[in-house]
């Protein structure tokens, strides 16, 4: 039986919020849109881009969401070309904790709001990108917390649902995971509360990376 262990990116493995608070910030002002509040835009941290900032600026029609959005990934990967991949660390302890799965036996992968481009730069900056088997971004599937991103990732994986572990940060990773029969792990160091992780459906929230590694070690 093939375990399969997908995490989320911005939140779970990296911390990304610098960069995506300022590049939305900049995207609303192209707009002349007073700028959203950082929490809130750390709240919709995973979603797809135009689900985030339909999120944030509800009264805008679907033909302005995309236009912001557009500017957000440009203003994004601006960034990011300039050195902006300093402002998205690695967590404490992520890099030898995956290092772990993969010695154990684990398949591993990603499903993220990230671009295809976006999650190659920041896995290859990192040294991460030879641990994956099956990556998943908004490029090819319905923001989360459809399944899709978890069950095409089963599927490459060779996994089962009751094989397969959905790692994140927010609710809409507990709900992704719930919906493809997948069981739901949250971490406590990313953008939402542990209680709305596990109100969304979390087994366990891990406090730090060691017990979240310790928890899957376990499995």
């Given at each position: 039986?093939?375990?399969?262990?997908?995490?989320?990116?911005?939140?779970?493995?990296?911390?990304?919020?610098?960069n995506i608070c300022l590049a939305m910030e900049r995207a609303f002002d192209d707009h002349r849109l007073p700028p959203p509040?950082?929490?809130?835009?750390?709240?919709?941290?995973?979603?797809?881009?135009?689900?985030?900032?339909?999120?944030?600026?509800?009264?805008?029609?679907?033909r302005r969401h995309l236009a912001v959005a557009e500017d957000f990934k440009r203003h994004f990967q601006a960034m990011r070309?300039?050195?902006g991949l300093l402002d998205e660390p690695l967590f404490e302890g992520i890099a030898e904790g995956l290092a772990r799965l993969a010695s154990a036996g684990w398949r591993l992968g990603v499903a993220t709001?990230?671009?295809?481009?976006?999650?190659?730069?920041?896995?290859?900056?990192?040294g991460l990108a030879g641990h994956f088997l099956t990556l998943q971004t908004a490029?090819?599937?319905?923001?989360?917390?459809?399944?899709?991103?978890?069950?095409?990732?089963?599927?490459e994986a060779g996994a089962t649902p009751d094989a397969t572990v959905m790692i994140g940060d927010t609710?809409?990773?507990?709900?992704?995971?719930?919906?493809?029969?997948?069981?739901?792990?949250g971490v406590g160091w990313g953008y939402h509360e542990?209680?709305?992780?596990?109100?969304a459906g979390a087994v366990?929230?891990?406090?730090?990376?060691?017990a979240l590694f310790n928890y899957l070690e376990a499995r």
């Open positions: 039986m093939n375990r399969l262990a997908i995490f989320d990116c911005d939140g779970t493995l990296v911390d990304g919020q610098a509040d950082r929490h809130a835009i750390r709240r919709i941290v995973g979603l797809s881009v135009p689900d985030a900032v339909a999120q944030l600026a509800p009264t805008l029609d679907v070309s300039n050195g709001g990230k671009s295809d481009r976006g999650l190659r730069m920041v896995l290859e900056h990192h490029d090819r599937h319905p923001s989360k917390p459809h399944p899709s991103m978890v069950l095409t990732a089963m599927r609710s809409y990773d507990m709900a992704m995971a719930v919906a493809a029969g997948a069981h739901p792990v542990p209680h709305e992780l596990a109100d366990f929230v891990a406090a730090h990376a060691t």
